[in-house]
């Protein structure tokens, strides 16, 4: 059992409500098989739900009702699968290019039994025209104008990309700004999430397109 603290707990059940158990396996599996096969360093298991789960799915009041999702570069289900037992209204994409990963991912789903989520595999450019979705998410992924050039083309002209990012989302936003337009980016903003849950909140760039 990955220990958790009293802060941590409280924000969990905030977020996940009554799916707060499957959240748990979640954490399980990360700290287990996720490390076992290489997903995640060792030294991450003290922060799993803070640094790792908690920071992702913190951002679920994000999402418009409804709506279908890609996470780019899913690598350890962070965001996606956080994301997709916080918000089981919202059907999610885990794309994610390297077979290890796929086959971890697939596997964890079917344990949680969370059926709003399907795993591609391939590259962000592959998904384009064959993933149809309205948002795409993203985190550690690449900066942000590597990410907007992989994630924007996957909206086909519309929705909106909401990616997760550190201290340094401002001047990544400056940077990029030149290409976001470029690509059909309208508006860009930086938001902050999860302030009143948890003792560090998270950082998204949204970016608006169409």
């Not at 998904?127 to 996957?154: D, E, F, Q, Y």
Request: net charge neutral; glycine share 10%.
């Amino acid at each position: 059992m990955v220990e958790i603290t009293e802060s941590e707990l409280a924000a969990a059940r905030a977020i996940f409500g009554d799916r707060l158990g499957l959240a748990e396996r979640f954490v399980e599996h990360l700290a287990t098989t996720g490390i076992e096969r290489g997903l995640l360093g060792p030294r991450e298991v003290p922060r799993l739900w803070s640094r790792h789960v908690l920071n992702c799915a913190v951002t679920a009041e994000l999402f418009p009702a409804g709506v279908s999702v890609a996470d780019v570069g899913s690598g350890a289900g962070l965001p996606g699968i956080a994301l997709a037992i916080a918000r089981p209204d919202l059907s999610f994409t885990l794309i994610e290019p390297l077979e290890r990963r796929v086959t971890w991912l697939n596997e964890v789903v079917a344990d949680l039994g969370i059926d709003n989520v399907t795993v591609f595999r391939g590259r962000a450019e592959e998904a384009v025209g064959k993933v149809s979705v309205s948002v795409v998410t993203a985190r550690a992924v690449s900066a942000l104008g590597g990410l907007a050039a992989m994630t924007i083309p996957i909206l086909a002209g519309s929705g909106q990309v909401l990616a997760i990012k550190g201290q340094s989302a401002a001047e990544e936003v400056k940077k990029a700004a030149k290409l976001i337009r470029k690509l059909g980016g309208r508006n860009t903003a930086v938001v902050q999430v999860g302030a009143g849950v948890l003792d560090q909140p998270t950082t998204v760039v949204r970016i608006t397109v169409g």
